[in-house]
């Protein structure tokens, strides 16, 4: 009988005050987290096989409900509380929250098309960028040290990679961890990239089995690299994709990263040049990327200079990037590469009408080099841009990529705001000996309708996805998204054991707001803050082409994608419900129970 009055005791309870058993989700890198509710504190369970997340079910009677947690509850000096109150309403789903960030997803306005997006592309969910992805890596500390302290080794190491977002958790067990980039591994923040992303079932991170974490180290907005890509995602252009992520390795906070493509990877290239699908008769497409080296002053031009392989032209500054091991850098380049600068050059010396280089999407990425202030791209010093050629489509594809030295970055800033269209590409070394031919666009601006055709593509842009109207808000949107975030970077420890470049990019929290949210020129160190540069060169170049811009932006062709549209296939949401549904039934039964007897 006792056993029943408890149950109806329970039950009525229930009932009465309509409370409802509600789970809670946060990742927890390091600790053990609390929940707590009006002071009310409820230790949380660690999620098996599913670090670094924590969970629990409380009955809740209130909505919407008030709530915080707290790490290492009750320890001295290892208790972390939230200072901010987060909030459920009756409905919502259990979200991985992440403890110490108040915001858990955050939708941002859209940017309006100015094209219709790549058709041969299709999007991973990887780069919904409705949250700060969670990557938290372990490996073996001597040989992290080691990575960190012979940084040119370019030595891979073993790793476990886990990859955490507000819906999902997936563990990838034999991953490689290694560093990222070429001048970057002397700067103090290190980038990253992790290959042989595959798990225990064989499945890759959303298609992907290898991204780039990429430090922005001179980019005290952590913004450019992102807001650009947005923009090239409105041009219907091939680009590789990026978001953001917080990473930690070995437990230690290392800080925000920009989370990106590795365009080598076959994964991407088929999802962005054949919708996804195998390249039949596994055909293994050429894919080179164009370098610069400054010192010696050569530059990737995609000029065309004769059939020596082994000059410095060809062989110092492109590197075969595709997926042939049989072949070697210099066959590649004599096979494949050299063939196609020589019908770029016929196309120029009119020998031929055929522009093997697909002309439409090159001439929309270098509009955006221009109104990007590309100082690190291929039309102001040509480097960092893959060419690629789709076999079964006969056709060559220019894919931009690296664009943190953008939007007035201190690095010949005056000359990419400033310099008109007209006189475009400035001189970025002082002497004046840049090297101005960019062949395939100097061959292709020589036809009256080209010509005609870049300066409506920029038109275009303008009145779209590059109007302030258009891409402030978003910009803002994603300020907000990452605030949290970029503040807690700026705290951090670098990786690097012997930085030689890049000291002086040491930001604070104010550098990142002004770099972020002003509209007034002064931005880091001589650079101009990122609106202001957006601002400026959207007028400059509306005046030089006598051009209006509208009030309003333009939106025809609709907006580019929205990626959390899908986002419920891997989430738990099913898990969650069944929590409320079966606490109902039980609830139902009580009450019969209790009524029977
Ligand atoms: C590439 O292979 C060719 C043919 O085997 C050889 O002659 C050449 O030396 C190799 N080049 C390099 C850079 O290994
Ligand atoms: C813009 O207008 C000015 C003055 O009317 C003219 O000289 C110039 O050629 C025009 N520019 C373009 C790109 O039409
Ligand atoms: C994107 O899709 C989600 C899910 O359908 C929706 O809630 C959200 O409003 C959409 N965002 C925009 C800006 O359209």
Known sequence: MKFHSALLLLSTRALITNAELVTFKVLAVNGIPTLNINNEHHKMEAVPDNYPLYKISVNVDNFPVNYNYILNDGEKDKEEKEEFTRQRTKDEYALNEFFGRSVTIKEHPLLPKAYESFKYATQSKLFNDNYVATIVIKCDPEKLKSIHTDVKSKEKIDAEVIYANPYTIKTFKNAKLSLSGQSTVEVPKLSYKIKKLKDDKNKELFGRSSIKLRAEHMDPSMLREKIYTDVLNTLGVPTPQNTFARLFINGEPIGLFDLSDDVKNSRYLRETFNQGEKYKDNTLNPLFKGSRISSEGLYSNLGYYGEDVNQPVYSWVYDYKGEDKVLNKTQHIEKELIPFLKEIDDYKTHKSDNMPLEIDTFLRSLAMEFLGGGVDNY????????????????????????????????????????????????????????????????????????????????????????????????????????????????????????????????????????????????????????????????????????????????????????????????????????????NIFTVLICYLVSILF
């Open 379 to 582: 039309w102001a010093n040509p480097g960092n841009f893959f060419v690629y050629k789709d076999a079964e489509k006969n056709q060559w594809f220019f894919q931009d990529c690296d664009f943190h030295y953008t939007f007035g970055v201190k690095w010949a800033e005056k000359q990419m705001l400033m310099t008109p269209l007209s006189k475009f590409p400035p001189s970025i070394l002082e002497d004046d000996k840049d090297d101005k031919t960019r062949p395939p666009l100097d061959a292709i601006l020589e036809h009256q309708e080209h010509k005609d055709k870049l300066n409506k593509i920029f038109e275009r842009i303008l009145k779209t996805s590059y109007h302030q109207n258009a891409l402030f808000p978003r910009l803002e949107s994603l300020t907000n998204l990452i605030r949290e975030d970029a503040h807690w970077d700026v705290t951090l420890t670098r990786t690097n054991v012997n930085p030689t470049h890049g000291l002086q990019n040491v930001y604070t929290i104010d550098d990142f707001e002004n770099e972020a949210t002003s509209e007034k020129p002064d931005g880091f160190s001589g650079g101009y803050t990122l609106r202001y540069f957006i601002k400026t060169k959207a007028t400059l170049l509306a005046e030089e082409l006598n051009l209006t811009i509208p009030v309003d932006y333009e939106s025809n062709l609709g907006y580019y994608e929205n990626l959390s549209f899908n986002e419920d296939e891997d989430s738990d949401r099913s898990g969650s419900l069944k929590t409320i549904s079966i």
